[in-house]
């Protein structure tokens, strides 16, 4: 499994992936495609996918996992569409994803890091508190009527 940057030939298979895990109340974006996905790393976006090389495990995917990380203001970064595919979970995917997206942040010398995530998410939210992530916000019916949302921050 090789952890890397991913880039603008990458943009089906995140796009991909990113589908295979929202559920339809999430799936807002009618268009959501490769388009978007390029369109997002031309502004501030870094997608880093994290690849089987064992592709006949994982269904013709290759990309298993993937995470994006959104620099949102000065010093200010948000981790979003963090994924990983269910037969690959708990084997420390999202964790590499996470270290090797923070290592860019603190790179480009951001100060903060926040992520989201729905809040009966229960292994996001396990996945966020054991990287050192402190929950610090609670949004009521935030981005969809009837889910709400729960923000975990974290100072690098
Ligand atoms: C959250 C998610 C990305 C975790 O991916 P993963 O590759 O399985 O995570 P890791 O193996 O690196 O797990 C690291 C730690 O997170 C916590 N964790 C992960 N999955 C968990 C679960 N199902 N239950 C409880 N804790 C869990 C554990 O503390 C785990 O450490 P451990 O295995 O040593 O106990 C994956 O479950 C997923 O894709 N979920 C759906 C999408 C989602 O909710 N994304 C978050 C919103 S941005």
Request: charged content about 35%; hydrophobic content about 40%.
């Amino acid at each position: 499994m090789e952890i890397r940057l991913a880039e603008e030939k990458d943009a089906k298979a995140v796009a991909d992936i990113i589908k295979r895990h929202s559920q339809d109340d999430y799936m807002g974006y009618v268009t959501f495609d490769h388009r978007y996905i390029i369109e997002k790393m031309k502004k501030n976006n870094f997608y880093f996918v994290a690849e089987s090389k064992d592709v006949q495990s994982t269904s013709n995917a290759s990309v298993i996992g993937c995470i994006r990380a959104s620099i949102v203001d000065l010093d200010l970064a948000e981790i979003r569409t963090m994924c990983v595919d269910e037969p690959h979970r708990r084997k420390g995917v999202a964790s590499r994803l996470l270290e090797e997206a923070l290592e860019l942040l603190k790179e480009k010398k951001m100060r903060k890091v926040v992520a989201r995530s729905k809040a009966d998410a229960k292994e996001a939210m396990a996945f966020f508190e054991k990287n050192g992530f402190v929950k610090e916000g609670f949004f009521k019916e935030h981005y969809r009527k009837g889910i709400d949302i729960v923000q975990f921050g974290k100072f690098i």
